[in-house]
Nanobody
Framework: QVQLVESGGGLVQAGGSLRLSCAAS????????MAWFRQAPGKEREFVAA????????PYADSVKGRFTISRDNAKNTVTLQMNTLKPEDTAVYYC???????????????????WGQGTQVTVSS
């Protein structure tokens, strides 16, 4: 079956960096968009960043633009989120997501993704 496994979360001080990775297995997503979402306690799961199949289109949430960078390696079936200048408000569980169809316009929509990882905790202390 399809699995998405995140890694790289942890505790970091404000201003620090973390690198999240997501490895997909069970099928290839080289022709499909992948994304990162996050969910803080008591809040809805929100979009963070997405990347098109070729990697040429990478929308970001305004709150992370300029600080986070999403990338992918289609040969390894992985997607990565480099997070710099972290803030306490970035604290959340981060989820990797992959989809099997959709348009560029729907890359930022949670409902457009078919597969989800189990999540990895990121905690940023002030």
């Amino acid at each position: 079956q399809v699995q998405l496994v995140e890694s790289g979360g942890g505790l970091v001080q404000a201003g620090g960096s973390l690198r999240l990775s997501c490895a997909a297995s069970g099928r290839t997503f080289s022709s499909n968009a992948m994304a990162w979402f996050r969910q803080a306690p008591g809040k809805e799961r929100e979009f963070v960043a997405a990347i098109s199949a070729s990697g040429s289109i990478t929308p970001y949430a305004d709150s992370v633009k300029g600080r986070f960078t999403i990338s992918r390696d289609n040969a390894k079936n992985t997607v990565t989120l480099q997070m710099n200048t972290l803030k306490p408000e970035d604290t959340a569980v981060y989820y990797c997501a992959a989809r099997t169809r959709g348009t560029i316009a729907t890359m930022t929509l949670r409902a457009g993704y078919d597969y989800w990882g189990q999540g990895t905790q990121v905690t940023v202390s002030s």
